[in-house]
């Protein structure tokens, strides 16, 4: 078995970082903030605790989010240390989209047709839910984390491999084998870690925009402050995520380190 290093994989994060950082910046500005932050300003408000009515803007949404996914591949190929230029980056990260796609909605979408009825249930007594209902969110909830985990490595897999959807969760699955625990070590401690930043920075860039422009209307210069500030916090995040489980999955494969990498070889 494969040796598994979560910190030789920081090291390592932070060394393609330092080597490719001006590159990986330019597709998460391009790929991840400006679709996020256009989709973040289409959005119409909405009641507290409730959600917009779908409409033209849920296709704008769709189309943010898969513009993201690009994204997410084409970093995984510089993860790699695979040098390209911006515009093969991308266009490989394209030609590997309706792959990832596939591998997510095969396990996915069984999983959310599931809960559906269970989750209306819930929601037309709130006040005292069904407790049969309950349970089975519950247990859903705990099989998708379990899920989670061992698909966790489905990105870098998509993103480097000629493989199909159903090959794709067969490579993450077999990959994570015997190491569940220690990757949702893991990912605890990294989505810990986020909460905390995200709180601590939307807090106080909201109390800023507060007091500068009032209470944020759609359209207006706060309101494009907070969705930049989010979009940017998001795409930071999910780019440092990617370029870690791609590390990751790098250990677990065996190529070699990034070009000029300094890493500890201890596990």
């Given at each position: 078995?494969?040796?598994?290093?979560?910190?030789?994989?920081?090291?390592?994060?932070?060394?393609?970082?330092?080597?490719?950082?001006?590159?990986?910046?330019?597709?998460?500005?391009?790929?991840?903030?400006?679709?996020?932050?256009?989709?973040a300003?289409?959005?119409?408000?909405?009641?507290?605790?409730?959600?917009?009515?779908?409409?033209?803007?849920?296709?704008?949404?769709?189309?943010?989010?898969?513009?993201?996914?690009?994204?997410?591949?084409?970093?995984?190929?510089?993860?790699?240390?695979?040098?390209?230029?911006?515009?093969?980056?991308?266009?490989?990260?394209?030609?590997?989209?309706?792959?990832?796609?596939?591998?997510?909605?095969?396990?996915?979408?069984?999983?959310?047709?599931?809960?559906?009825?269970?989750?209306?249930?819930?929601?037309?007594?709130?006040?005292?839910?069904?407790?049969?209902?309950?349970?089975?969110?519950?247990v859903?909830?705990?099989?998708?984390?379990?899920?989670?985990?061992?698909?966790?490595?489905?990105?870098p897999?998509?993103?480097?491999e000629?493989?199909?959807?159903?090959?794709?969760?067969?490579?993450?699955?077999?990959?994570?084998?015997?190491?569940?625990?220690?990757?949702f070590?893991?990912?605890?401690?990294?989505?810990?870690?986020?909460?905390?930043?995200?709180t601590?920075?939307?807090?106080?860039?909201?109390?800023?925009?507060?007091?500068?422009?009032?209470?944020?209307?759609?359209?207006?210069?706060?309101?494009?402050?907070?969705?930049?500030?989010?979009?940017?916090?998001?795409?930071?995040?999910?780019?440092?995520?990617?370029?870690?489980?791609?590390?990751?999955?790098?250990?677990?494969?065996?190529?070699?380190?990034?070009?000029?990498?300094?890493?500890?070889?201890?596990?």
């Amino acid at each position: 078995m494969q040796p598994l290093s979560i910190s030789r994989a920081w090291d390592e994060t932070r060394e393609v970082l330092r080597r490719d950082g001006s590159l990986i910046a330019t597709l998460a500005l391009a790929l991840m903030v400006l679709p996020g932050t256009i989709s973040a300003m289409v959005q119409p408000r909405a009641p507290a605790g409730q959600m917009a009515e779908p409409g033209w803007w849920t296709l704008v949404q769709l189309l943010a989010l898969l513009i993201g996914v690009v994204g997410q591949l084409a970093v995984v190929q510089i993860a790699l240390g695979r040098r390209q230029s911006v515009g093969e980056a991308i266009a490989h990260g394209a030609r590997r989209t309706p792959a990832f796609l596939g591998a997510t909605v095969l396990w996915v979408l069984p999983l959310a047709l599931l809960v559906v009825p269970f989750a209306q249930r819930i929601e037309a007594n709130p006040n005292a839910p069904d407790p049969t209902s309950a349970l089975i969110m519950v247990v859903v909830l705990l099989i998708f984390l379990f899920l989670a985990v061992r698909l966790i490595l489905t990105t870098p897999v998509a993103g480097s491999e000629a493989a199909g959807p159903i090959t794709i969760l067969r490579r993450s699955w077999g990959l994570t084998r015997g190491r569940w625990w220690r990757l949702f070590g893991f990912l605890v401690l990294f989505f810990v870690a986020a909460l905390i930043v995200i709180t601590a920075v939307t807090s106080v860039v909201g109390v800023v925009v507060g007091l500068a422009d009032g209470p944020p209307e759609p359209w207006s210069t706060g309101a494009l402050v907070l969705a930049l500030t989010s979009q940017l916090l998001s795409a930071a995040l999910t780019v440092l995520l990617v370029l870690l489980i791609t590390r990751l999955y790098a250990q677990l494969t065996g190529p070699a380190a990034p070009e000029s990498a300094s890493v500890p070889d201890a596990p």
